[in-house]
């Protein structure tokens, strides 16, 4: 199974981790929570691998932090509608005092490829500040 904690997609570094009971979560390797099971115990981890590609989607969550304008959500929906990029959820807040909306969106990803490819389109939007995978 796939870590909730660091959402690793194909094209990630990842190891293993043997659960008690619930088979082997997969996580990537600079996940924090990973970095602690090593320590903690270090004969529970295994190398995995992606294995043969699919057309499975899997989780990510990505931050956006932009200057705030009319039509910036809908900028970046058309965005993630054009790469076919579905929309799990979505949480967004503008600050007043400083002009600038930021959004955190879950979008189910393929491959790490589409990942950098709608991260560099989403960056190339007209005041957007920052983008980035978000890490939990």
């Not at 190891?15 to 602690?36: F, K």
Request: hydrophobic letters at 45%.
């Amino acid at each position: 199974q796939m870590a909730g904690c660091c959402q690793p997609v194909p094209g990630d570094s990842i190891l293993g981790y043997v659960t008690a009971g619930r088979g082997v979560s997969v996580h990537r390797i600079d996940c924090a929570n990973l970095q602690a099971l090593q320590r903690d115990d270090p004969a529970r981890i295994v190398e995995v691998s992606w294995g043969m590609a699919s057309e499975v989607a899997y989780p990510v969550d990505i931050f956006v932090k932009a200057w705030d304008r009319t039509g910036l959500l809908r900028d970046i929906m058309f965005v993630l509608a054009g790469e076919k990029v579905n929309i799990t959820a979505a949480h967004t807040q503008s600050s007043r005092s400083e002009n600038t909306a930021t959004m955190l969106f879950t979008i189910e990803i393929g491959s790490l490829d589409l990942l950098g490819k709608v991260l560099a389109r989403v960056e190339q939007l007209p005041g957007v500040i920052e983008v980035h995978r978000y890490k939990k």
